[in-house]
């Protein structure tokens, strides 16, 4: 059984960066889609970056293209998102999740593609 835990939110102020990662375990087919998704207050979760496990394919929402980089190590089976420049609307709960079918452009940001959801990390940025 598939199981992600993210570390790595917190409070920072804007311009600043933080680091998520997502750990992983129960792995068992050669390829998956890990995702990240957040979710503010009063809106709906959204998509902010995926990458298949394979490294084949990486994709991000626009609002964060050039700012947030998400990569993985395999070695220690964790996913990170590494987040600069951070602004106050990137303030949220954010989301791993995992799906053993590989990601592709029409499929990566919905939340109904991912099998397995962590718990969530909050990330506050002050303004």
């Known amino acids: 059984q598939v199981q992600v835990v993210e570390s790595g939110g917190g409070l920072v102020q804007a311009g600043g960066s933080l680091r998520l990662s997502c750990t992983a375990s129960g792995l068992t087919f050669d390829d998956y889609a890990m995702g990240w998704f957040r979710q503010a207050p009063g809106k709906e979760r959204e998509g902010v970056s995926c990458?298949?496990?394979?490294?084949?394919?990486?994709y991000y929402t626009e609002s964060v293209k050039g700012r947030f980089t998400i990569s993985q190590d395999n070695a220690k089976n964790t996913v990170n998102l590494q987040m600069a420049s951070l602004k106050p609307e990137d303030t949220a709960m954010y989301y791993c999740?995992?799906?053993?079918?590989?990601?592709?452009?029409?499929?990566?940001?919905?939340?109904?593609?991912?099998?397995?959801w962590g718990q969530g990390t909050q990330v506050t940025v002050s303004s």
């Open positions: 990458e298949s496990w394979s490294g084949g394919s990486t």
């Open positions: 999740a995992a799906d053993s079918d590989p990601p592709n452009g029409g499929t990566w940001w919905s939340t109904s593609f991912y099998d397995v």
